[in-house]
Every structure is written in structure tokens, then in C-alpha cells.
């Protein structure tokens, strides 16, 4: 499996009519990425190099980097953060990594790292105007060659727009030994795709919303290999940790062509945000972003073999928001109230401003949901072999807080997914009730 090479760097006029252009140069993940790594800078004349890591990251991988940089005379001046566990892309650590480059002037900043040092690097580089690096340590998240960084200010998760890495650079070898948690979220948040897919061609099938078929195989492919290699992925199979790694900058990819997340983000993350939130309330504890998603997953199966079993489709109520919503969403929101508002009058907007395809049967939906539907049993397979199943208690999401996920993760955001398509029909509740009474008897 590879790169798109052929989508990076240049306009490309697309059959969705638009024109994407993807400002990443180059990716490599090969096991000679130093050498590239360093022709990489020279070429583009860059001799001051501030490179951020954590202290994990730093020993995985950052200080081979550092070394290989010197000799090849690139001077480096190196940022590690101290913190061994929890580290966060908040106000701390963006204010860290802003007075290093104020003390040091950079031509370009490295990161080597993960999810978090990723998004630390991309707000804070953005704002100063300097390119960035990715150095990937572990195949753990998405977000490598997306724009979007997750931030977290006053402990609320927010989603800033960005800018793409100029460069993607990850070892096959350093991407295997990362640790297993590392492995396991990424094969989470890849494996969601197949819901965040779901969700996509549901919306274009029921409203047309548009569907750009370049960004739709970008995300796709890889997911046949990481279905049918989970196995490798749990024995750290050098070839798998790879592909896992490919498939996941491939769906930032996807996202950079599309300019938002839809192709690899829907009510599966959705969950996960809510569990975010929960773990902000002090109602559990924090969980990896891409474990969630997989557990979320594994629930959305039920979900989308539920509407699969429907005998026909209602043409859908569709109610602005009320005021009741909002006295609900300012007391159980707080700070955050204003913004999930302000997503549900836009989801109405938006179901107010397309045409819901009245004449479409349930059959038609079933055939324009392929090959997905026809995948989820193999997804839940690919999920238990890494050891992520239907007990949400896993992740401290007891049966309550289950229901309370189906019936209300759609608030956070405005895009449309299985959970609106059931409110529309008035069948949200029985489909939760449905996806809680199964997670027991998996
Ligand atoms: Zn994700
Ligand atoms: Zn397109």
C-alpha cells in the first residue's frame, strides 16, 4: 500500500468538480527515511531546525533523529517535554512551544511524535507563520496529513483549522515498537471509517450531499487491508504496522482534499467526543481517542444493521431547534453550550436547505451502502482480535452512560449521521435501546 504521491502538492481537478490541492510535498515511511529526511531540508535550504518531542518520543526515535541531522551539519536545537504521561495540546504546552521559537529562530520545526505533539506543533507553527515536520513515531491516530489540530483550552476539546505538515517521515521498525495502546488506537481510529463512510454516502444517498470519489478511495482501500490484517497488526508484523500507518495518513489526506472531515469522522467519533466530555465531567476516566473510537465502533455496527433491517424509509420530521434544547444544552454544556447550539441550528439548516430523496426505498439505501454494510461482520472480527469488543465497561462507560451516548452524541456536531437519520424516522431511542441490549450479549 502507498501514499497517494500523485494527490500531494499540485491542483487536482477532480470529477466532484472541485480542485483539491493538498500541501504536503512529500511522505516517506520506508526504513532509509533519514537520508530523505535530510535531503528533504537541504533541498529546501533550511539550517535551523527546532525539533519538539516528548520524553517518550525523544527516546523512541527523537535521538536518532537529532544525530543523523548533526552529522549531515543541520543544526538542531532540540524541545522535549518533561511529562512522561498526559500531555496535553493545551495552553501550556502551546505557550512552550511559542517561547522556543521565540528564543530560537527556525527555519522549520520537527516534530517527532504522535497525536499530541502533532497538534501542539501544527496550532502553534500555524500562528507563527513556520513550516512543520512530521516525524511519526506510532500509527496512532489520523491526524498526521490533516489540518485540523485538536486543541484543548479551559479542558474543552476544540477543533482548530490548521495547516498540513510540508512533510510526513515515519520508520517502519519505530512505528512496530510503538507501544501496543499506540497500535491499538490507531487500528481504532482507522477501522472507524468504515461508520465514518457509512455516514457519508448515507447523507449523499438521502440529501446528495456531495461525495467526492478521489477522497472516498483514499479512505477505502486501506481499510480492505487492515480488516482482513489485524492479526499481523497484534504480532507487530513490521509490513502491517506500515500499511496501518499509510491507511491512517491517507484518511488526513482525504480530509485535506475535502477541506473538513467528513470522509473520516462520523457519529463513531462523535461517541468518542461525548466520552471526551464525560471524562472532563469527572464522570470516567480519559481514554485514548482511537480505542474510543473502536469501541464506538463495534456499538455503530448495531446500529447500521438496525437501519439495514428497516422495512421502509418515513419521510422525516424535521423540527427546529427548541428552546427547551437550549435551557437543556446551557445547564448540561456549560461553557460549551453556545457552540452546540449553533451546530444543531446549522444541522437544521442544512436539512432545511437540501432535498430528501422521497422516493428512495430501503432497498435503494441497503445497495448504496456497499460494500460497507457487507464489511461490519468482518470489522467486528478485526476489532476482537486486537482486543477491543462490545463491553463499553472497558473504557468505563457504564450501561447509562451508553444510552445517554446514542441519544445525544449527535449534539456536538452539525454533521448529519446514522443517529439523525433515526431521529428523522423517530427510532433513535428503540435503536439505542436495541445497540445497549446487544453490547451485553456480545
Ligand atoms: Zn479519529
Ligand atoms: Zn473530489
Known sequence: MEVPQHLLGRDVACSCQKVHRVPIEQTVVDVDMMSSLSQFISNHGWTRILMVADVNT??????????????????????VFAKEHGLLADEVAVAAVTSEIANNPSD????????????????????????????????????????????????IKVTSTTHSPIAIFAHPKVLSEAPWELLQSGF???????????????????????LCQTAYDVVSEPLNFVISHAGDILSRDQTAAKNLFIGLV??????????????????????????????????????????????????????????ESLPRINVPKVEPVSEEFER????????????????QVEKYEWLQRMTFRSELRIADLVTA????????????????????????????????????????????????????????????QSAASRAVMTGHSS
Open 58 to 79: 525523544y527516546r523512541a526515535f527523537g535521538e536518532r533523529v537529532e544525530e543523523a541531522l548533526a552529522s549531515s551539519s543541520i543544526s538542531v536545537h532540540t524541545y
Open 108 to 155: 522549520v520545526v520537527l516534530a517527532v511524535g504522535s497525536g499530541v505533539i502533532n497538534d501542539i506543533v501544527r496550532y502553534v507553527t500555524f500562528r507563527k507563520g513556520l513550516p512543520y515536520i512530521s516525524v511519526a513515531t506510532a500509527p496512532s491516530m489520523d491526524g498526521y496529513a490533516s489540518t485540523m489540530a485538536a486543541m484543548q483550552f479551559d479542558g
Open 188 to 210: 481504532g481510529d482507522l477501522i472507524g471509517k468504515v461508520i465514518s463512510l457509512l455516514d457519508w454516502k448515507l447523507a449523499h444517498a438521502l440529501y446528495s450531499e456531495t
Open 250 to 307: 491517507n484518511s488526513g489526506i482525504s480530509m485535506a482534499l475535502m477541506g473538513n472531515s467528513r470522509p473520516a469522522s462520523g457519529c463513531e467519533h462523535h461517541c468518542s467526543h461525548y466520552w471526551d466530555l464525560a471524562a472532563y465531567q469527572g464522570r470516567r476516566a480519559h481514554y485514548s481517542h482511537g480505542i474510543q473510537v473502536g469501541y464506538a465502533t463495534y456499538s455503530m455496527i448495531e446500529f447500521y444493521k438496525y437501519i
Open 328 to 343: 437543556y444544552a446551557n445547564q448540561f454544556y456549560g461553557s460549551g453550550a453556545k457552540e452546540v447550539i449553533a451546530a
Open 369 to 428: 451502502l456497499q460494500p460497507e454494510l457487507n464489511r461490519l461482520d468482518a470489522v467486528r472480527e478485526a476489532l476482537l482480535t486486537v482486543g477491543i469488543t462490545g463491553d463499553l465497561y472497558q473504557i468505563e462507560v457504564d450501561d447509562a452512560l451508553r444510552m445517554e451516548t446514542f441519544l445525544h452524541a449527535r449534539e456536538l456536531r452539525s454533521r448529519y449521521t446514522a443517529f439523525d437519520f433515526l431521529v428523522g424516522q423517530g427510532l433513535l
